[in-house]
């Protein structure tokens, strides 16, 4: 069964850093074929997207969210079978829970999210004093 399991999260004083991780197990095809999102939900409002970082095939792009720029950075560990998420000066309106999600759909990364075949369980940060 195809799952992803993410880890990480935590409370964290505002300027303050986290790395959230996305571990994938039991694919069908091999990791570096898909195309790797993280989205958040922060309470009464909307998914968001974050970040994106695409197949080795599509040539490992990276995108972001305006929101974040600057302060996150995604990464990926074919190997490992793992993405990561490092989070950077953190504001409160960071605060939501995390997911990451897996499609091989080549345009995953453009914002074509109905291709994305596989969703985390989703890891809760919470940026507060």
């Known amino acids: 069964q195809e799952q992803l399991v993410e880890s990480g999260g935590g409370l964290v004083q505002p300027g303050g850093s986290l790395r959230l991780s996305c571990a994938a197990s039991g694919f069908i095809f091999d990791f570096d074929y898909y195309n790797i999102a993280w989205f958040r939900q922060a309470p009464g409002k909307e998914r968001e997207a974050v970040s994106c970082i695409s197949s080795a095939s599509a040539g490992t792009s990276i995108s972001y969210a305006d929101s974040v720029k600057g302060r996150f950075t995604i990464s990926r560990d074919n190997h490992k079978k793992t993405a990561y998420l490092q989070m950077n000066s953190l504001k409160p309106e960071d605060t939501a829970v995390y997911y990451c999600?897996?499609?091989?759909?080549?345009?995953?990364?453009?914002?074509?999210?109905?291709?994305?075949?596989?969703w985390g369980q989703g890891t809760l940060v919470t940026v507060s004093s």
């Open positions: 999600a897996a499609g091989r759909g080549g345009s995953i990364c453009q914002g074509v999210y109905r291709y994305l075949e596989v």
